[in-house]
């Protein structure tokens, strides 16, 4: 039995954690088994990484940056992510490649081919069936991490011109690949987003 794989992208301040935790009640509340994850960080080896590249008080190399994500994702994939689709669960993880190529590839200008390549590298070419994209404007999505009065890691500190980038590619990314994604609007109430995720992954479910 194979499982059903479902990312969560979208700015800082989007919602992400928020429609995942609702999206994965909903599925166990009608009989699957979820595995929800996120990357940086979804295994002990992982926590250790995010740390250093969100939180790290110097200089990080962007190249370096990349990297480091891209080998916390190659852990992850192989360790958890893969034994739970090979169980036949959903994992439902916050944050994967499209990430990696919107904050690395065009907010840091690296390139986007040369990062969608070492992530896929990097998990022996795993793709979500379901990537959803919480869109939000980079404006209002500082405003909301403004008012959590939260510690800001190193990529939710960067300038909006920055972020500007980042939600630009997320956009460009969806536009390619229509079928795996579903964008959504962030700023929607939070019941009206989940009725949406929850309507599409029945569709693709059943």
Same mark, same amino acid.
Request: aromatic residues 6%; negative net charge; hydrophobic residues 45%.
């Given at each position: 039995?194979?499982? *059903?794989?479902? !990312? &969560? $992208?979208?700015?800082?301040?989007?919602?992400?954690?928020?429609?995942?935790?609702?999206?994965?009640?909903?599925? %166990?509340?009608?009989?699957?088994?979820?595995?929800?994850?996120?990357? +940086?960080?979804? !295994?002990?080896?992982?926590v250790?990484? #995010?740390?250093?590249?969100?939180?790290?008080?110097?200089?990080?190399? +962007?190249?370096?940056?990349?990297?480091?994500? /891209?080998?916390?994702?190659?852990?992850?994939?192989?360790?958890?992510?893969?034994? =739970?689709?090979?169980?036949?669960? &959903?994992? &439902?993880?916050?944050?994967? &490649?499209?990430?990696?190529?919107?904050?690395q590839?065009a907010? #840091?200008?690296?390139? @986007?081919?040369?990062?969608?390549?070492?992530?896929?590298? =990097? !998990?022996?070419g795993?793709? +979500?069936?379901?990537?959803?994209?919480?869109?939000?404007?980079?404006?209002?999505?500082? =405003?909301?991490?403004? /008012?959590?009065?939260?510690?800001?890691?190193?990529?939710? @500190?960067?300038?909006? $011109? *920055?972020?500007?980038r980042?939600?630009?590619a997320?956009? %460009?990314?969806?536009?390619?690949?229509?079928? #795996? *994604?579903?964008?959504?609007?962030?700023a929607?109430?939070?019941?009206?987003? /989940?009725?949406?995720?929850?309507? #599409?992954? @029945?569709?693709?479910?059943?």
């Amino acid at each position: 039995m194979t499982g *059903f794989f479902i !990312t &969560i $992208e979208g700015g800082d301040g989007s919602g992400k954690s928020t429609q995942a935790q609702l999206l994965t009640d909903w599925l %166990e509340q009608h009989g699957h088994t979820v595995m929800r994850t996120r990357e +940086p960080g979804g !295994t002990e080896v992982g926590v250790e990484i #995010r740390e250093i590249v969100l939180h790290h008080p110097g200089e990080i190399a +962007p190249r370096a940056e990349a990297l480091l994500y /891209a080998a916390d994702r190659a852990h992850h994939i192989a360790t958890k992510v893969r034994p =739970a689709l090979a169980r036949g669960e &959903i994992v &439902i993880q916050d944050r994967y &490649i499209d990430s990696s190529v919107a904050y690395q590839g065009a907010g #840091r200008v690296l390139g @986007a081919t040369e990062v969608r390549e070492l992530s896929l590298w =990097a !998990t022996d070419g795993l793709l +979500p069936d379901l990537t959803i994209l919480l869109d939000l404007d980079e404006t209002v999505a500082r =405003a909301r991490l403004n /008012a959590a009065n939260k510690r800001f890691d190193r990529l939710e @500190a960067e300038k909006n $011109e *920055f972020h500007a980038r980042v939600r630009a590619a997320f956009l %460009e990314l969806a536009a390619a690949e229509p079928t #795996r *994604f579903l964008v959504t609007d962030a700023a929607a109430p939070v019941d009206t987003i /989940a009725a949406i995720l929850r309507a #599409r992954v @029945a569709e693709l479910l059943s």
